[in-house]
């Protein structure tokens, strides 16, 4: 850095130049940069601070909760709609009037009678007493038979007790729900029921507060339906216990970057969305009682179709 010099200074009396010695004129040189210098421990301090506030404002955003369906009040329908991911791009020719163009959420309480939901909770609960998870989450699938059972899974029809806790009305009454379901999904989404297909995996599921043992019962982490599977086209969830009454914790959250939506459990409650990455969502750790819901999915690939499931004895 170049240092300015400054004019000699002159003495009160006769006007000549005053020489300076050569401390004075050196500390003169010394202390003239400190004025240019940087202060960067200031700087570097209030680029935090700055850095501090504004990722407040960032997970202050994030972690808002705002109610798209609240569990005390009664929703005919309700719906929004949003655009779509980049996910079914490759798809939009393969499966023409099936795959998403028009994207969103919705909500009914109207499209399943809450006793219908009761006697799919009373077949769940039947069922999860052939097992059940060590941990805090545990799945009941008619299709697969598959059932949790400690830290693994089973397959329920090769149990012996699998007579006595099913009958043929359960599955009658499955699929008659299972289908109300399916065609409210494609009228909302202005798609063809006879295109759009049940796929695996649709399972009943139970959460508790109880901790978690294996992977499987971390419920809670944000998530992409399609990517983890990928056939995976509309998901839908029909709750079976209520929020607040039954459980606590445990709502139903999609991950939005203005603020969180938030699906508060109803009996008899349906939730459908498009399964892409413009509905990341998770659940909430259920904090005291007991969570049942049925998620039910559908694809527009027939190939991953999966028919009703049958009682096997």
Same mark, same amino acid.
């Given at each position: 850095?170049?240092?300015?010099?400054?004019?000699?200074? *002159?003495?009160?009396? %006769?006007?000549?130049? $005053?020489?300076? @010695?050569?401390?004075?004129?050196? +500390? /003169?040189?010394?202390?003239?940069?400190?004025?240019?210098?940087?202060?960067?421990?200031?700087?570097?301090?209030?680029?935090?601070?700055?850095?501090?506030?504004?990722?407040?404002?960032?997970?202050?955003?994030?972690?808002?909760?705002?109610?798209?369906?609240?569990? *005390?009040?009664?929703? %005919?329908?309700?719906? $929004?709609?949003? @655009?779509?991911?980049?996910?079914? +791009? /490759?798809?939009?020719?393969?499966?023409?009037?099936?795959?998403?163009?028009?994207?969103?959420?919705?909500?009914?309480?109207?499209?399943?009678?809450?006793?219908?939901?009761?006697?799919?909770?009373?077949?769940?609960?039947?069922?999860?007493?052939?097992?059940?998870?060590?941990?805090?989450?545990?799945?009941?699938?008619?299709?697969?038979?598959?059932?949790?059972?400690?830290?693994?899974?089973?397959?329920?029809?090769?149990?012996?007790?699998?007579?006595?806790?099913?009958?043929?009305?359960?599955?009658?009454?499955?699929?008659?729900?299972?289908?109300?379901?399916?065609?409210?999904?494609?009228?909302?989404?202005?798609?063809?029921?006879?295109?759009?297909?049940?796929?695996?995996?649709?399972?009943?599921?139970?959460?508790?507060?109880?901790?978690?043992?294996?992977?499987?019962?971390?419920?809670?982490?944000?998530?992409?339906?399609?990517?983890?599977?990928?056939?995976?086209?509309?998901?839908?969830?029909?709750?079976?216990?209520?929020?607040?009454?039954?459980?606590?914790?445990?709502?139903?959250?999609?991950?939005?970057?203005?603020?969180?939506?938030?699906?508060?459990?109803?009996?008899?409650?349906?939730?459908?969305?498009?399964s892409g990455s413009e509905n990341l969502h998770y659940v909430e750790p259920v904090t005291s009682g007991t969570r049942y819901a049925i998620t039910v999915s559908f694809t527009c690939d027939p190939t991953h179709a999966i028919t009703d499931p049958k009682l096997r004895t």
């Amino acid at each position: 850095m170049t240092v300015k010099q400054r004019n000699p200074r *002159k003495s009160a009396g %006769n006007g000549k130049p $005053v020489p300076r @010695s050569a401390d004075s004129s050196r +500390t /003169e040189v010394e202390e003239t940069p400190s004025k240019y210098r940087i202060d960067w421990r200031r700087i570097v301090t209030r680029l935090l601070l700055i850095i501090g506030i504004m990722a407040t404002v960032y997970f202050t955003k994030r972690d808002s909760m705002m109610p798209f369906a609240k569990q *005390k009040e009664e929703i %005919n329908k309700r719906s $929004v709609d949003i @655009s779509c991911s980049e996910d079914y +791009t /490759e798809e939009l020719r393969q499966f023409q009037g099936c795959t998403p163009r028009k994207c969103g959420r919705v909500v009914w309480d109207s499209v399943i009678h809450p006793s219908e939901a009761s006697a799919l909770l009373n077949i769940a609960q039947r069922g999860l007493t052939l097992g059940g998870s060590a941990g805090g989450a545990s799945i009941l699938d008619l299709h697969s038979g598959a059932l949790s059972q400690g830290n693994a899974f089973i397959n329920m029809y090769k149990l012996d007790a699998i007579k006595t806790v099913f009958n043929q009305d359960d599955f009658r009454i499955y699929s008659h729900i299972k289908n109300k379901i399916h065609q409210a999904i494609a009228n909302h989404f202005g798609i063809s029921q006879d295109g759009l297909y049940l796929t695996h995996p649709t399972f009943f599921s139970r959460i508790t507060s109880a901790p978690p043992k294996t992977i499987h019962d971390e419920y809670w982490h944000p998530h992409v339906d399609k990517e983890t599977y990928e056939s995976f086209h509309y998901t839908s969830l029909l709750y079976l216990t209520d929020y607040g009454q039954d459980f606590e914790g445990g709502r139903f959250i999609f991950v939005d970057k203005d603020s969180n939506k938030t699906v508060e459990p109803r009996r008899g409650r349906v939730s459908a969305f498009t399964s892409g990455s413009e509905n990341l969502h998770y659940v909430e750790p259920v904090t005291s009682g007991t969570r049942y819901a049925i998620t039910v999915s559908f694809t527009c690939d027939p190939t991953h179709a999966i028919t009703d499931p049958k009682l096997r004895t």
